[in-house]
Protein backbone atom coordinates (compact mmCIF):
# COMPACT_ATOMS: atom_id res chain seq x y z
CA UNK A 1 0.00 0.00 0.00
CA UNK A 2 1.40 3.41 -1.15
CA UNK A 3 1.28 6.07 1.35
CA UNK A 4 -0.33 8.43 -0.44
CA UNK A 5 -3.13 6.45 -1.02
CA UNK A 6 -3.06 5.94 2.75
CA UNK A 7 -5.73 8.54 3.69
CA UNK A 8 -8.19 6.70 1.28
CA UNK A 9 -7.53 3.35 2.59
CA UNK A 10 -7.79 4.17 6.19
CA UNK A 11 -11.65 5.13 5.57
CA UNK A 12 -12.12 1.99 3.72
CA UNK A 13 -10.82 -0.16 6.22
CA UNK A 14 -13.55 -1.69 8.64
CA UNK A 15 -11.67 -4.50 10.26
CA UNK A 16 -8.49 -6.22 10.60
CA UNK A 17 -7.48 -9.36 12.17
CA UNK A 18 -6.69 -8.87 16.10
CA UNK A 19 -4.20 -11.72 16.77
CA UNK A 20 -0.84 -9.94 15.05
CA UNK A 21 0.92 -7.03 17.33
CA UNK A 22 1.49 -4.28 15.28
CA UNK A 23 4.96 -3.12 14.74
CA UNK A 24 3.43 0.32 12.47
CA UNK A 25 3.50 4.02 13.65
CA UNK A 26 1.87 7.24 12.37
CA UNK A 27 4.37 9.53 10.51
CA UNK A 28 2.70 12.70 9.46
CA UNK A 29 -0.71 11.43 10.06
CA UNK A 30 0.30 8.46 7.56
CA UNK A 31 0.36 4.52 8.72
CA UNK A 32 3.65 3.80 8.16
CA UNK A 33 3.78 -0.27 7.58
CA UNK A 34 4.22 -2.91 5.06
CA UNK A 35 2.51 -5.99 4.26
CA UNK A 36 -0.13 -5.17 6.77
CA UNK A 37 -3.38 -7.81 5.55
CA UNK A 38 -6.76 -6.16 6.46
CA UNK A 39 -10.51 -7.61 6.68
CA UNK A 40 -13.68 -6.33 6.48
CA UNK A 41 -16.23 -6.63 8.59
CA UNK A 42 -17.91 -10.18 8.29
CA UNK A 43 -15.49 -11.36 5.61
CA UNK A 44 -12.91 -14.34 5.99
CA UNK A 45 -9.56 -13.54 7.75
CA UNK A 46 -6.78 -12.59 4.52
CA UNK A 47 -4.16 -15.13 3.99
CA UNK A 48 -5.89 -17.33 7.90
CA UNK A 49 -3.71 -14.77 9.52
CA UNK A 50 -6.73 -15.42 12.15
CA UNK A 51 -7.38 -18.80 12.87
CA UNK A 52 -9.73 -18.50 15.99
CA UNK A 53 -11.94 -15.68 15.09
CA UNK A 54 -12.92 -16.64 11.15
CA UNK A 55 -14.46 -12.38 10.79
CA UNK A 56 -15.22 -9.91 12.62
CA UNK A 57 -19.00 -8.92 14.29
CA UNK A 58 -19.82 -6.01 15.11
CA UNK A 59 -18.77 -2.38 14.20
CA UNK A 60 -14.83 -2.02 14.28
CA UNK A 61 -14.29 1.10 16.79
CA UNK A 62 -13.00 3.96 15.63
CA UNK A 63 -13.42 2.88 11.81
CA UNK A 64 -10.20 0.59 11.55
CA UNK A 65 -7.82 -1.77 13.61
CA UNK A 66 -4.82 -3.46 12.64
CA UNK A 67 -2.93 -6.49 13.29
CA UNK A 68 -1.11 -7.45 15.97
CA UNK A 69 0.72 -10.08 15.17
CA UNK A 70 2.40 -8.87 11.89
CA UNK A 71 6.49 -8.97 11.81
CA UNK A 72 8.13 -5.21 12.31
CA UNK A 73 7.09 -3.35 9.65
CA UNK A 74 9.38 0.28 10.62
CA UNK A 75 12.68 1.54 8.49
CA UNK A 76 15.48 0.14 10.50
CA UNK A 77 15.90 2.63 13.55
CA UNK A 78 12.64 3.93 13.71
CA UNK A 79 11.05 3.27 16.87
CA UNK A 80 7.52 2.72 17.00
CA UNK A 81 4.76 5.31 18.98
CA UNK A 82 2.57 4.17 21.64
CA UNK A 83 -0.01 4.39 19.14
CA UNK A 84 1.21 0.94 17.19
CA UNK A 85 0.52 -0.73 20.58
CA UNK A 86 -2.74 -1.75 21.30
CA UNK A 87 -3.31 -2.85 25.17
CA UNK A 88 -4.14 -5.94 25.89
CA UNK A 89 -8.54 -5.91 26.61
CA UNK A 90 -9.76 -8.52 29.30
CA UNK A 91 -12.14 -10.50 28.52
CA UNK A 92 -16.00 -9.20 29.92
CA UNK A 93 -16.82 -13.46 30.78
CA UNK A 94 -14.39 -16.20 32.18
CA UNK A 95 -14.03 -19.00 29.40
CA UNK A 96 -13.42 -22.19 29.92
CA UNK A 97 -12.07 -24.45 27.29
CA UNK A 98 -14.64 -27.27 26.31
CA UNK A 99 -12.81 -29.80 27.67
CA UNK A 100 -13.34 -28.35 31.84
CA UNK A 101 -15.88 -27.35 31.08
CA UNK A 102 -17.47 -31.14 30.08
CA UNK A 103 -15.12 -32.54 32.97
CA UNK A 104 -16.96 -30.21 35.39
CA UNK A 105 -20.78 -31.30 33.79
CA UNK A 106 -19.60 -34.82 33.95
CA UNK A 107 -18.56 -34.37 37.93
CA UNK A 108 -21.55 -32.29 38.70
CA UNK A 109 -23.87 -35.03 37.22
CA UNK A 110 -22.30 -38.22 38.65
CA UNK A 111 -22.72 -36.05 42.30
CA UNK A 112 -26.06 -35.31 41.55
CA UNK A 113 -26.83 -39.05 40.60
CA UNK A 114 -25.61 -40.80 43.87
CA UNK A 115 -27.40 -38.26 45.97
CA UNK A 116 -30.44 -38.79 44.48
CA UNK A 117 -29.49 -42.79 44.51
CA UNK A 118 -28.65 -42.19 48.21
CA UNK A 119 -31.63 -40.49 49.13
CA UNK A 120 -33.92 -43.18 47.22
CA UNK A 121 -32.44 -45.67 49.56
CA UNK A 122 -32.87 -44.04 52.62
CA UNK A 123 -36.32 -43.22 51.39
CA UNK A 124 -36.71 -46.70 50.99
CA UNK A 125 -35.15 -47.05 54.41
CA UNK A 126 -37.82 -45.04 56.09
CA UNK A 127 -39.99 -47.16 54.82
CA UNK A 128 -39.04 -50.76 55.79
CA UNK A 129 -37.52 -49.82 59.19
CA UNK A 130 -38.69 -46.62 60.19
CA UNK A 131 -42.06 -48.55 61.45
CA UNK A 132 -42.04 -50.53 63.92
CA UNK A 133 -44.06 -54.51 63.37
CA UNK A 134 -46.05 -54.82 66.51
CA UNK A 135 -46.02 -58.30 68.19
CA UNK A 136 -48.64 -59.50 69.86
CA UNK A 137 -48.83 -59.41 74.13
CA UNK A 138 -48.49 -62.77 75.12
CA UNK A 139 -48.00 -62.60 78.64
CA UNK A 140 -49.75 -61.27 81.43
CA UNK A 141 -48.60 -60.06 85.18
CA UNK A 142 -51.31 -63.13 86.46
CA UNK A 143 -49.05 -65.55 84.57
CA UNK A 144 -46.82 -64.85 87.62
CA UNK A 145 -49.01 -64.32 90.19
CA UNK A 146 -48.83 -60.31 90.73
CA UNK A 147 -51.49 -58.43 91.05
CA UNK A 148 -51.76 -55.24 88.44
CA UNK A 149 -54.12 -52.78 87.35
CA UNK A 150 -54.53 -51.91 83.66
CA UNK A 151 -53.83 -48.84 82.63
CA UNK A 152 -53.73 -46.00 79.95
CA UNK A 153 -50.66 -43.75 79.84
CA UNK A 154 -51.27 -40.00 78.33
CA UNK A 155 -48.51 -39.34 75.65
CA UNK A 156 -49.37 -36.38 73.54
CA UNK A 157 -52.88 -37.54 71.89
CA UNK A 158 -52.24 -40.90 72.43
CA UNK A 159 -53.23 -43.19 75.54
CA UNK A 160 -50.30 -46.38 76.10
CA UNK A 161 -51.68 -49.26 76.90
CA UNK A 162 -49.82 -50.39 80.41
CA UNK A 163 -49.87 -52.64 83.39
CA UNK A 164 -49.50 -50.99 87.16
CA UNK A 165 -47.97 -53.86 89.08
CA UNK A 166 -48.22 -52.01 92.99
CA UNK A 167 -45.46 -53.45 95.43
CA UNK A 168 -46.27 -55.73 98.29
CA UNK A 169 -45.19 -54.01 101.43
CA UNK A 170 -43.10 -56.12 104.40
CA UNK A 171 -43.74 -55.02 107.83
CA UNK A 172 -39.89 -54.07 107.88
CA UNK A 173 -38.55 -52.57 105.13
CA UNK A 174 -34.75 -53.36 106.52
CA UNK A 175 -34.50 -50.27 107.99
CA UNK A 176 -36.96 -51.29 110.80
CA UNK A 177 -39.37 -48.71 109.98
CA UNK A 178 -42.76 -48.90 107.89
CA UNK A 179 -43.52 -47.42 104.79
CA UNK A 180 -46.42 -46.18 103.10
CA UNK A 181 -45.32 -44.92 99.86
CA UNK A 182 -42.40 -46.16 97.68
CA UNK A 183 -40.18 -45.63 94.75
CA UNK A 184 -41.52 -46.95 91.40
CA UNK A 185 -39.94 -48.10 88.36
CA UNK A 186 -40.90 -47.62 84.52
CA UNK A 187 -39.79 -50.61 82.19
CA UNK A 188 -39.43 -49.26 78.57
CA UNK A 189 -39.15 -52.27 76.31
CA UNK A 190 -36.88 -52.41 73.30
CA UNK A 191 -37.72 -52.11 68.93
CA UNK A 192 -40.69 -54.45 68.04
CA UNK A 193 -40.97 -55.36 71.12
CA UNK A 194 -43.89 -55.18 73.61
CA UNK A 195 -45.14 -54.74 77.97
CA UNK A 196 -45.34 -58.86 77.69
CA UNK A 197 -41.44 -59.16 76.97
CA UNK A 198 -40.41 -57.32 80.26
CA UNK A 199 -41.49 -59.33 83.18
CA UNK A 200 -38.23 -60.63 84.03
CA UNK A 201 -37.39 -57.00 84.59
CA UNK A 202 -40.82 -56.75 87.20
CA UNK A 203 -40.35 -60.33 89.00
CA UNK A 204 -36.67 -58.97 89.84
CA UNK A 205 -37.40 -55.35 90.78
CA UNK A 206 -41.11 -56.30 92.57
CA UNK A 207 -38.99 -59.08 94.78
CA UNK A 208 -36.74 -56.19 95.72
CA UNK A 209 -40.09 -53.97 96.70
CA UNK A 210 -40.63 -51.69 93.85
CA UNK A 211 -43.56 -50.55 92.07
CA UNK A 212 -43.40 -51.52 88.66
CA UNK A 213 -44.81 -49.86 85.73
CA UNK A 214 -44.64 -52.02 82.20
CA UNK A 215 -46.18 -49.72 78.93
CA UNK A 216 -46.36 -50.51 74.85
CA UNK A 217 -44.28 -47.84 73.08
CA UNK A 218 -46.33 -46.15 70.20
CA UNK A 219 -46.47 -48.05 67.32
CA UNK A 220 -46.14 -51.27 69.41
CA UNK A 221 -48.07 -53.78 71.25
CA UNK A 222 -51.64 -53.03 72.13
CA UNK A 223 -51.16 -49.26 70.88
CA UNK A 224 -52.79 -48.33 66.87
CA UNK A 225 -50.48 -48.71 64.12
CA UNK A 226 -48.20 -45.28 63.67
CA UNK A 227 -48.09 -43.03 60.05
CA UNK A 228 -44.77 -42.07 61.05
CA UNK A 229 -41.14 -43.31 61.92
CA UNK A 230 -40.47 -44.11 65.48
CA UNK A 231 -37.62 -43.71 66.71
CA UNK A 232 -35.66 -42.89 70.22
CA UNK A 233 -36.87 -39.27 70.37
CA UNK A 234 -41.00 -41.04 70.34
CA UNK A 235 -39.65 -43.48 72.88
CA UNK A 236 -37.73 -40.61 75.06
CA UNK A 237 -41.52 -38.90 74.92
CA UNK A 238 -43.34 -41.87 76.19
CA UNK A 239 -40.95 -42.73 78.65
CA UNK A 240 -40.99 -39.40 80.11
CA UNK A 241 -44.92 -39.64 80.00
CA UNK A 242 -44.72 -42.71 82.02
CA UNK A 243 -42.58 -41.32 84.90
CA UNK A 244 -45.19 -38.66 84.68
CA UNK A 245 -47.99 -40.07 84.95
CA UNK A 246 -46.33 -42.78 87.93
CA UNK A 247 -45.46 -39.62 89.96
CA UNK A 248 -49.01 -38.25 89.94
CA UNK A 249 -49.48 -41.56 91.84
CA UNK A 250 -50.36 -41.26 95.61
CA UNK A 251 -48.50 -44.46 96.57
CA UNK A 252 -45.40 -43.39 94.49
CA UNK A 253 -42.37 -41.28 96.25
CA UNK A 254 -39.95 -41.14 93.50
CA UNK A 255 -39.33 -42.59 90.11
CA UNK A 256 -37.04 -44.48 88.06
CA UNK A 257 -36.69 -45.48 84.54
CA UNK A 258 -34.84 -48.85 83.05
CA UNK A 259 -34.95 -48.99 79.29
CA UNK A 260 -33.53 -51.90 77.44
CA UNK A 261 -31.93 -51.30 73.47
CA UNK A 262 -33.92 -47.88 71.79
CA UNK A 263 -35.66 -48.46 74.96
CA UNK A 264 -32.60 -47.46 76.77
CA UNK A 265 -31.55 -44.69 74.46
CA UNK A 266 -35.01 -43.76 75.40
CA UNK A 267 -34.84 -43.53 78.74
CA UNK A 268 -31.51 -41.42 78.94
CA UNK A 269 -33.46 -38.83 76.54
CA UNK A 270 -36.23 -38.78 79.00
CA UNK A 271 -34.48 -38.50 82.03
CA UNK A 272 -32.52 -35.18 80.14
CA UNK A 273 -35.97 -33.95 79.55
CA UNK A 274 -37.99 -34.47 82.61
CA UNK A 275 -35.72 -33.41 85.58
CA UNK A 276 -38.17 -35.24 88.05
CA UNK A 277 -37.06 -38.57 86.53
CA UNK A 278 -34.62 -39.92 89.79
CA UNK A 279 -32.62 -42.52 88.08
CA UNK A 280 -31.89 -43.99 84.85
CA UNK A 281 -30.53 -47.74 83.99
CA UNK A 282 -29.89 -48.13 80.21
CA UNK A 283 -29.22 -51.51 78.91
CA UNK A 284 -27.85 -52.72 75.69
CA UNK A 285 -28.37 -49.11 73.83
CA UNK A 286 -26.74 -47.53 70.85
CA UNK A 287 -24.65 -44.36 71.17
CA UNK A 288 -26.31 -42.26 68.68
CA UNK A 289 -28.85 -42.89 65.72
CA UNK A 290 -25.96 -42.46 62.51
CA UNK A 291 -24.06 -45.08 64.09
CA UNK A 292 -26.78 -47.57 64.68
CA UNK A 293 -28.02 -47.18 61.08
CA UNK A 294 -24.84 -47.76 60.14
CA UNK A 295 -24.86 -50.93 61.82
CA UNK A 296 -28.22 -51.88 60.47
CA UNK A 297 -26.30 -52.48 56.73
CA UNK A 298 -23.86 -54.52 58.15
CA UNK A 299 -26.09 -56.70 59.93
CA UNK A 300 -28.76 -56.91 56.68
CA UNK A 301 -25.27 -57.91 54.67
CA UNK A 302 -25.34 -54.64 52.99
CA UNK A 303 -21.75 -54.23 51.36
CA UNK A 304 -21.04 -50.08 51.40
CA UNK A 305 -17.80 -49.32 51.71
CA UNK A 306 -16.41 -47.57 54.99
CA UNK A 307 -15.54 -44.21 52.87
CA UNK A 308 -19.26 -44.62 51.85
CA UNK A 309 -20.91 -45.85 55.17
CA UNK A 310 -20.63 -43.02 57.59
CA UNK A 311 -22.13 -39.85 55.15
CA UNK A 312 -24.87 -42.97 53.69
CA UNK A 313 -26.17 -43.55 57.43
CA UNK A 314 -26.31 -40.14 58.13
CA UNK A 315 -28.52 -39.50 55.26
CA UNK A 316 -30.44 -42.06 56.12
CA UNK A 317 -31.02 -41.29 59.41
CA UNK A 318 -31.58 -37.86 58.85
CA UNK A 319 -34.71 -38.81 56.31
CA UNK A 320 -35.71 -41.03 58.87
CA UNK A 321 -36.09 -38.98 61.84
CA UNK A 322 -37.31 -36.00 58.95
CA UNK A 323 -41.19 -36.71 58.98
CA UNK A 324 -41.57 -35.59 62.58
CA UNK A 325 -39.07 -32.87 62.84
CA UNK A 326 -37.04 -34.62 65.11
CA UNK A 327 -33.08 -34.22 65.49
CA UNK A 328 -30.06 -36.06 65.26
CA UNK A 329 -29.26 -34.46 69.03
CA UNK A 330 -33.00 -35.71 69.86
CA UNK A 331 -32.07 -39.26 68.57
CA UNK A 332 -28.75 -39.81 70.07
CA UNK A 333 -28.26 -41.03 73.51
CA UNK A 334 -24.70 -39.49 73.98
CA UNK A 335 -26.03 -36.05 73.66
CA UNK A 336 -28.96 -36.63 76.27
CA UNK A 337 -25.81 -38.51 78.45
CA UNK A 338 -24.16 -35.00 78.29
CA UNK A 339 -27.43 -33.48 79.50
CA UNK A 340 -28.61 -35.50 81.78
CA UNK A 341 -27.29 -35.32 85.66
CA UNK A 342 -29.25 -37.92 87.60
CA UNK A 343 -27.48 -41.29 88.82
CA UNK A 344 -26.82 -43.13 85.23
CA UNK A 345 -26.55 -46.83 85.65
CA UNK A 346 -25.41 -48.63 81.57
CA UNK A 347 -24.83 -51.84 81.43
CA UNK A 348 -23.94 -54.05 78.14
CA UNK A 349 -23.02 -57.53 77.41
CA UNK A 350 -19.58 -57.85 75.64
CA UNK A 351 -20.54 -60.51 72.54
CA UNK A 352 -23.23 -57.87 71.50
CA UNK A 353 -23.68 -58.06 67.90
CA UNK A 354 -26.63 -55.89 67.27
CA UNK A 355 -24.94 -53.15 69.34
CA UNK A 356 -21.56 -53.11 69.81
CA UNK A 357 -19.63 -53.04 73.30
CA UNK A 358 -17.80 -49.59 72.55
CA UNK A 359 -21.38 -48.01 72.81
CA UNK A 360 -21.46 -48.05 76.48
CA UNK A 361 -18.18 -46.32 76.76
CA UNK A 362 -19.61 -43.81 74.20
CA UNK A 363 -22.17 -42.95 76.20
CA UNK A 364 -20.82 -42.97 79.88
CA UNK A 365 -17.80 -40.78 78.48
CA UNK A 366 -20.38 -38.16 77.38
CA UNK A 367 -22.32 -38.37 80.56
CA UNK A 368 -18.89 -37.64 82.38
CA UNK A 369 -17.71 -34.94 80.45
CA UNK A 370 -20.19 -33.25 81.73
CA UNK A 371 -20.84 -33.77 85.21
CA UNK A 372 -18.89 -32.15 88.20
CA UNK A 373 -18.08 -33.46 91.75
CA UNK A 374 -21.88 -32.63 93.18
CA UNK A 375 -23.31 -34.71 90.82
CA UNK A 376 -24.31 -38.10 90.46
CA UNK A 377 -21.60 -40.63 89.51
CA UNK A 378 -21.61 -42.58 86.47
CA UNK A 379 -21.50 -45.84 86.10
CA UNK A 380 -21.16 -49.11 84.09
CA UNK A 381 -21.88 -52.53 84.18
CA UNK A 382 -19.99 -55.01 81.18
CA UNK A 383 -21.21 -58.56 81.10
CA UNK A 384 -18.34 -60.86 79.06
CA UNK A 385 -20.52 -64.21 78.44
CA UNK A 386 -24.06 -61.82 77.55
CA UNK A 387 -24.72 -60.30 73.91
CA UNK A 388 -27.91 -58.16 73.01
CA UNK A 389 -30.33 -59.89 75.15
CA UNK A 390 -31.24 -61.55 78.59
CA UNK A 391 -28.78 -59.79 80.50
CA UNK A 392 -31.30 -60.23 83.75
CA UNK A 393 -30.21 -63.90 83.55
CA UNK A 394 -26.91 -62.66 84.99
CA UNK A 395 -27.77 -62.98 89.39
CA UNK A 396 -24.76 -59.65 89.28
CA UNK A 397 -26.59 -57.74 86.77
CA UNK A 398 -30.12 -58.18 88.80
CA UNK A 399 -28.16 -57.46 92.20
CA UNK A 400 -26.45 -54.35 90.46
CA UNK A 401 -29.92 -52.58 89.36
CA UNK A 402 -32.31 -53.06 92.14
CA UNK A 403 -29.38 -51.93 95.19
CA UNK A 404 -28.20 -48.54 92.49
CA UNK A 405 -32.29 -48.21 92.43
CA UNK A 406 -32.53 -48.42 96.08
CA UNK A 407 -29.91 -45.98 96.81
CA UNK A 408 -30.66 -43.56 93.98
CA UNK A 409 -34.56 -43.42 94.70
CA UNK A 410 -34.46 -43.86 98.42
CA UNK A 411 -35.79 -47.32 99.09
CA UNK A 412 -38.12 -49.10 99.43
CA UNK A 413 -35.26 -51.46 101.60
CA UNK A 414 -31.63 -50.92 101.95
CA UNK A 415 -29.92 -50.65 98.73
CA UNK A 416 -28.06 -54.56 99.74
CA UNK A 417 -31.10 -56.18 100.44
CA UNK A 418 -32.63 -55.11 97.21
CA UNK A 419 -29.72 -56.36 95.22
CA UNK A 420 -29.70 -59.50 97.17
CA UNK A 421 -33.55 -60.42 96.42
CA UNK A 422 -33.30 -59.62 93.36
CA UNK A 423 -30.24 -61.70 92.71
CA UNK A 424 -32.11 -64.77 94.24
CA UNK A 425 -35.46 -64.33 92.36
CA UNK A 426 -35.84 -66.97 89.10
CA UNK A 427 -36.44 -64.93 85.97
CA UNK A 428 -36.81 -66.40 82.55
CA UNK A 429 -36.49 -65.63 78.89
CA UNK A 430 -40.33 -65.09 77.30
CA UNK A 431 -41.33 -67.25 74.86
CA UNK A 432 -40.62 -66.51 71.13
CA UNK A 433 -37.92 -64.38 71.93
CA UNK A 434 -36.21 -63.64 68.47
CA UNK A 435 -37.90 -60.46 67.84
CA UNK A 436 -36.67 -57.20 66.32
CA UNK A 437 -33.39 -57.11 65.51
CA UNK A 438 -33.25 -60.61 65.97
CA UNK A 439 -34.85 -60.98 62.61
CA UNK A 440 -32.39 -59.66 60.52
CA UNK A 441 -29.75 -62.16 58.77
CA UNK A 442 -27.34 -61.57 61.27
CA UNK A 443 -29.76 -61.08 64.60
CA UNK A 444 -27.80 -60.36 67.78
CA UNK A 445 -27.04 -62.47 70.47
Not at 40 to 56: E, Q
Not at 295 to 312: G, H, K, N, S
Not at 413 to 424: F, I, L
Amino acid sequence: MQPSLLGVAQLLVRGVDLRHRPRGALLNGLLAARNVGVMLTRKPTPGGLDGFRRGIDGQPENGERVSLWHPHSLPAGLEPTPLDIRPSVPSPCFMRSTRTSRALLVALSAVGLAFAAAYRFALQYRHKVGLPRRSPVEASPADFGLAFEEVAIPSGDLNLAGWFVPAERDPDDGRGARRSRGPAVAIVHGWESNRGRTFAHVRYLHAAGFHCLVFDVRGHGDNPQERLPVSVPEFAADSAAAARWLLERPEVSAVGLLGHSMGGAGAIAAGAAEQRIGAVVSISAPADIVRMTRRTFEMADMRVPALLAIPLAWLTARVLLSPRGDSMAEASATAAAAIYRGPLLILHGEQDRAVPVAHVQLIAQAARSTRGPEDAPVETLVLPEFGHRWLYEAPEARRRVASFFARALAGPVAPEVAGERAAECAVERPPNPIYGFGAMPTGPA
